[in-house]
Each structure stands twice: as C-alpha cells, then as structure tokens.
C-alpha cells in the first residue's frame, strides 16, 4: 500500500540544507539554562501542543527518511516527547539539547528546533558534526536512549497459561521493528507452548524460503513480515530474530530473564500478573497489551529516566564504608516510607509545606486499562562537590536511597539525619574515577521510574 507522505516531501523541497545536509568542522555544545526563563511551564506547554499539532509531518518524515511505520512514531515517540514536556512543564530545572551529529535525521531535528523557538524557547544551534574529526571525545550529540543493557534489549514477551494466547500472539507479532520498542525475546509457559505454536503457525509462514538455512538450529521456525521467530534457537542472533524460549515455573521464569526497557505480560490471572508485575526490573510493563502509553504525563519517566541515569554514572572502586552504608540503608527500608518522611520532618527547622518531597506514585484509571507506577532511588548517590539540593536530597533519602558524601558540611540538619539513621555516610576522602573500577555511583540523584498498565474489558482483535 502506498503511504503518503506529501507533507514532509514538501517541508524537505521547502529547505534544501535539510535536503542534503553539509558536514560543519566546528563543535559547540549548545544547551538550555532554564532559570532565566521567563513563562517556561506555559512555552513548555505551547511546545507539546506544537509538536502534538506536527505529528503527521514528524511520521512522514521518520517514514520517508528511515522507514518507520508512521503508526509507531505517532503511538510511540510522538506520545512520549509530549508527556515529557508536559510534565517538566512544572517540574524542570534544567537539561541539555546537544549537537546533532547524524545528517539523515537533520530534518527532524530542524523541524523541532523550529517549534521550539515559536514556542517562545531561546533558539538551539543546529550543527552537523564530522564523524571523521580528531579529537572525538569533543563531540556532543543526540542520543535519544541510552547505550544501556535494558534498552539494548528491548522488549519482551511473556505468555502465561492462563492467557489469551491468539491475542498475545496478535499483538507480539505486530509490535514495533525498530529500536528499541522491539521485541528481541518471547518466553512461554510450559502448559502452552502447543497453544502458542498453533497460534502463531496460523499467522506466519513457517515454509518462507528464509528459514531453509536457519531450521536445523531450532526446533521451530516461523516468518512473519521479514521477521524469524525461533523456538529453542542455538544460532547468532540477529535483529531479524526473535528467540521464543519455555520456562516451567515463576522462579524459573525470572532465572531465565535478561533486563529489557518493557515487557508485554499476558495473563488472566490478576494474582500471577501482579506478582509477577511486581518483581520485573523492566521499567515499563504492560498487562495485556503492548504500547499503551496513555495516564500521567510523569508515566514518560520511565523511558526519559534511563537517560539521565546513563548520563550520571561514576565509576569508582568500593571504598570501606560501602558496608556500613549498605547496612544503614537495609535498616531504614525497614521502615515505612511515611515513617521516614516524619523522622526528617521531625527536624524543627523544616516544615512539610515549604517541601516538596514528591513521595506521590502515578495512578490513573482509563475506560479498558488501569495505569500505575512508583519511582524508587537507583543506587547510590555519590555527592563531593556539595551540587545535589538539600530538599532534593531529602525526598531521595525518605524513598530509600543511599549517599555517600565527601565534602559535605556538617550542619544541625545532617546531624539529625545522622542520628535518625539516615543511610548517608561521611568518607574521608574522595573516590577516585576509574572507568574499570567495581562500582558505579551515580554523581546526582537517580531515580528508576516503572509504571504498570493493565488492560481489562476488552475483546482483543485476533
């Protein structure tokens, strides 16, 4: 079927720099400072409405440009990018928009560049940055997520037995091709596997001259749309592929599973999909269902966090006090998270309503999903230069996390953190960066953002 994709042939005539674009030898990093910004939660606002008013044009361009399905750029990227701009709408600081390195996407990023200035934001350089130039650790560029095992790979499919198979199968054998919204692995309960086989044989071709090669590696093998689906593969694997392993108990499930950026669970049953819910290290989880990116606009987080996270790691070998800070931070999980907050409340000089600690989850309640998340601290924070904001660092500490810190002053208020059993601890001396070394801290707060969506009362199209 022929796609049209008139408007971004006509916004690439409109602009030939675009067109074909031209390598620029300098490099500047160009960045926003939010704090002189007069109306940012309104200009932030105005940019959501004028990206989510472009979307057609972003599709075309993504589809003419690299060939994304424009559905997925619409249901994926473009819900996103809007969700995270609405909600920095009120809670931002500052971040950075770096140089563009990749020509191929230049339109794309011009096109954004443009709404971001008539949204009233200062003005972002645009510069084509050559891969060949010397001194490469001096080039910035856009790196929309980060290199991190999660999202390297990508989604992941789990069916249960008590599931509705044809469904999962519907939706898994439609889910996006490209990175990083791909699923790379599908895990199927013992009980059923037949179901699963004779399901997915219906919908894809397990005679596709392509598998001729690759069908004495696995015991199963289907095509579908360009993609392989294989059953107890041995082989390399490829982008092409999507390995489907069987696994016999929870336990075992969870033994088998790498860290992914989502999972798609099916199963009917609340009790199982909960649990196992629960106990995922992915960020996003979907309960039958795949790609629902609807609720809060803090739901984007669970995407948006992993870059921030990626950006903020430090390298460094365990110092001695690790212990210490660890046993701390097990004896104050213990308690519950409105406990702790009253514990540093209980400090006179800070007042609950000149804080804000955060400490609300996301919750939302569609007509056929239910949505919900948490944010929880992601390691531990190591602060020597006195940058991390006190009532930030309070918010992280009522959440759980964990600080070491080195230049610190020793003020009444870390004395009262100190004697409640706050999980922070004074080093001696600073830790040394080493890019081999065996921990990584993180040098700002990190939060992991995971949000469940949970889909019910629906017939699913098969």
């Known amino acids: 079927m022929e796609v049209d994709t008139s408007f971004a042939k006509a916004y690439l005539d409109h602009d030939p720099e675009i067109k074909d674009p031209v390598y620029k030898t300098r490099t500047k990093r160009s960045a926003y400072s939010y704090h002189d910004i007069e109306d940012l939660d309104r200009k932030l606002r105005a940019l959501a409405h004028l990206v989510e008013s472009e979307k057609t044009l972003f599709c075309q361009l993504e589809y003419l440009i690299r060939g994304k399905p424009m559905e997925e750029v619409e249901a994926y990227d473009i819900k996103l990018i809007v969700n995270n701009l609405m909600y920095y709408s009120d809670y931002c600081k500052h971040t950075d928009i770096d140089e563009i390195k990749y020509p191929k996407t230049a339109a794309v990023c011009k096109l954004f560049t443009q709404l971001c200035n008539d949204a009233g934001l200062p003005a972002i350089s645009l510069e084509i940055v050559d891969p060949e130039m010397k001194e490469p650790e001096t080039i910035y560029s856009v790196r929309p997520f980060g290199g991190t095992k999660e999202i390297e790979n990508g989604c992941?499919?789990?069916?249960?037995?008590?599931?509705?198979?044809?469904?999962?199968?519907?939706?898994?054998?439609?889910?996006?091709?490209?990175?990083?919204?791909?699923?790379?692995?599908?895990?199927?309960?013992?009980?059923?596997?037949?179901?699963?086989?004779?399901?997915?044989?219906?919908?894809?071709?397990?005679?596709?001259?392509?598998?001729?090669?690759?069908?004495?590696?696995?015991?199963?093998?289907?095509?579908?749309?360009?993609?392989?689906y294989l059953y107890q593969y041995v082989g390399t694997h490829t982008d092409k592929h999507v390995h489907i392993h069987s696994y016999r108990t929870v336990k075992d499930l969870f033994s088998l599973l790498e860290p992914s950026l989502c999972v798609s669970l099916w199963s009917s049953d609340v009790a199982e999909s909960q649990e196992i819910a629960k106990h995922l290290r992915s960020n996003i989880v979907w309960i039958n269902d795949l790609g629902n990116f609807n609720g809060p606009p803090k739901t984007a987080q669970s995407v948006y966090s992993l870059i921030r996270r990626d950006r903020a790691t430090y390298k460094t070998n365990a110092p001695a006090e690790l212990k210490k800070l660890e046993t701390l931070q097990a004896q104050w999980l213990k308690k519950d998270i409105f406990d702790r907050r009253n514990d540093i409340l209980g400090f006179m000089n800070w007042k609950r309503e000149n804080v804000n600690f955060e400490i609300d989850d996301m919750a939302h309640t569609g007509d056929t999903f239910t949505c919900f998340g948490r944010m929880s601290p992601d390691g531990v924070v190591y602060d020597h230069e006195e940058v991390i904001n006190t009532v930030a660092f309070l918010g992280y500490l009522i959440r759980g996390g964990a600080a070491l810190l080195y230049s610190r002053r020793r003020s009444d208020l870390y004395d009262h953190l100190v004697s409640i059993g706050a999980p922070m601890v004074f080093l001696e001396k600073k830790l040394e960066y080493l890019p081999g070394g065996d921990m990584t801290a993180y040098c700002r707060i990190a939060y992991r953002y995971k949000v469940v969506w949970s889909s019910f009362g629906t017939v699913f199209a098969n």
């Open 156 to 228: 992941t499919g789990i069916i249960t037995r008590r599931s509705d198979v044809d469904s999962a199968v519907e939706a898994l054998l439609h889910a996006p091709k490209t990175y990083p919204w791909a699923v790379r692995n599908i895990y199927v309960e013992e009980s059923a596997v037949e179901r699963f086989k004779q399901a997915i044989s219906w919908k894809a071709n397990s005679t596709d001259k392509s598998l001729e090669d690759i069908s004495p590696s696995c015991s199963n093998a289907y095509c579908y749309l360009g993609t392989l």
